[in-house]
C-alpha cells in the first residue's frame, strides 16, 4: 500500500504562482499530476519518468507549469506559474494505481 499526500494549494489571483507537492510513503516511479473541475472529467495535466528525464505536458498547461521529483525526499513537485480562473481544480497526484486525496487550486480575482 501506498500512501500519496498533495499540499500545497490555495486561492491564487490570476497571473499567481502555485508549488503542490505530493510525498509518497515509500520509493516513487513514474508519477503524473492530474485535474478535476467542477462538473468536469478529470485530466492529465503533468507526467515526470522515474529517471526524472521524460515528462508530458498537457496542452493547456505547456509553458506555465513544470514537474520535478526529489527522489530523497520521496516526493513530486508541480511548480504552476501564470496561472488562469480555468486553471481552478482539484489536483491529485498519482502513481500507478495510488492517488492522493487531492488539493484544491483556486484562481480567482
Known amino acids: 500500500q501506498v500512501l500519496l499526500v498533495e499540499s500545497g494549494g490555495g486561492l491564487v489571483q490570476p497571473g499567481g504562482s502555485l508549488r503542490l507537492s505530493c510525498e509518497a510513503s515509500?520509493?516513487?516511479?513514474?508519477m503524473a499530476w492530474f485535474r478535476q473541475a467542477p462538473g468536469k472529467e478529470r485530466e492529465f495535466v503533468a507526467g515526470?519518468?522515474?529517471?526524472?528525464?521524460?515528462?508530458a505536458y498537457a496542452d493547456s498547461v505547456k509553458g506555465r507549469f513544470t514537474i520535478s521529483r526529489d527522489n530523497a525526499k520521496n516526493t513530486v513537485y508541480l511548480q504552476m506559474n501564470s496561472l488562469k480562473p480555468e486553471d481552478t481544480a482539484i489536483y491529485y497526484c498519482?502513481?500507478?494505481?495510488?492517488w492522493g486525496q487531492g488539493t484544491q487550486v483556486t484562481v480567482s480575482s
Open positions: 515509500g520509493y516513487i516511479f513514474t
Open positions: 498519482q502513481m500507478s494505481k495510488y
Open positions: 515526470l519518468s522515474r529517471s526524472g528525464m521524460t515528462t
